[in-house]
């Protein structure tokens, strides 16, 4: 595997040469974006040192040289992230996750009955949830426990995927996470299979896979159109669990005095009166 090569590439031919100051010079190009000599040029580096690179030939980098790259190739924070992180990784190690919640993020979830909520992984498995999210999303406790993944639900399960109003935007976004985790953990077996299931499920995924853009968690606003309560504009806002760095909390609230407020609390009385517990 030679992730760091790959990203480096993906990101190279996602740069406009004319945004970074480098004209038209006539000769025709074979590829998008830069050239390996141009990317060499901006990043004040041997343009073997780059082919080195991207070849997986090198992989000891100066943090001095990977700020130049990240510079040249105009990466966003996460993306700098990401590269940092490529090329710090130390083979053979992998990071254990755990796969349970704690009784005591459960119980929160459960007294938390006006807001959908949920423990994740970092790579979107559902932990725990409660009555809310389930009215919202999907019936998690029907699911096996290896189906309970966000990212696999949005690209692998028709029901769920009608749920976003924009699903491509949505479902890339998935990607992204995924892809930032894949550099985090690049031995994770379960994580592994998970890519290798989308990869080999969804054609849309394979394609934007191959992209490498990358993103961590962030607060999002995301719309749902629910088969019962119509349309919502939720905020879906992330929290760290300080008791396991590899888990967070995620909850779903709406403006107030907003449709969308409304439309949540329709939700949340018909689910509790719905529902099982």
């Known amino acids: 595997m030679n992730e760091l090569g790959d990203f480096l590439r993906a990101r190279r031919a996602a740069v406009d040469p004319r945004q970074v100051g480098i004209p038209d010079d006539g000769r025709l190009r074979r590829v998008a ?16 040192y780059v082919v080195r690179l991207e070849q997986g030939r090198s992989r000891r980098v100066s943090r001095p040289i990977l700020d130049a790259l990240a510079d040249a190739l105009q990466l966003a924070a996460d993306e700098r992230d990401y590269l940092f992180t490529l ?7 992998a990071m254990a996750r755990r796969h349970q919640a704690s009784p005591q993020l459960e119980q929160l979830l459960s007294t938390m009955h006006d807001v959908p909520a949920m423990v ?47 699903w491509p935007r949505a479902a890339r976004e998935c990607v992204a996470v995924l892809r930032m985790e894949a550099g985090r953990h690049p031995d994770d077996a379960g994580l592994a299979a998970l890519i290798d299931e989308l990869n080999a499920g969804d ?3 394979r394609t934007w896979w191959a992209t490498y853009q990358v993103r961590g968690p962030h607060q ?15 905020e879906v806002q992330q929290f760290t669990v300080d008791s396991d760095p ?3 909390l995620i909850a779903y609230t709406a403006a107030p005095d907003s449709p969308s407020y409304d439309a949540l609390r329709f939700l949340l009385q018909w689910s509790s009166a719905s529902l099982p517990s």
């Not at 090329?87 to 190690?93: F, I, K, L, S």
């Not at 999002?220 to 939720?234: E, F, I, S």
Request: charge should be negative; glycine fraction near 4%.
């Open 203 to 205: 054609a849309d995924f």
């Open 33 to 48: 974006g830069l050239r390996r000599e141009e990317l060499a040029l901006l990043a004040h580096v041997s343009v073997d």
């Open 87 to 93: 090329a710090d990784v130390a083979p053979g190690v």
């Open 220 to 234: 999002l606003t995301k719309t749902y159109l629910h088969p019962v309560a119509g349309a919502l504009t939720l």
């Open 246 to 248: 590899e888990q967070f």
């Open 120 to 166: 994740l992984s970092r790579t979107m498995d559902v932990l725990a949830w409660n009555r809310g999210a389930t009215a919202l999303l999907t019936d998690f406790a029907q699911l096996a426990a290896p189906h309970r993944n966000l990212i696999r639900l949005t690209f692998l399960d028709e029901d769920f995927r009608a749920r976003y109003a924009d």
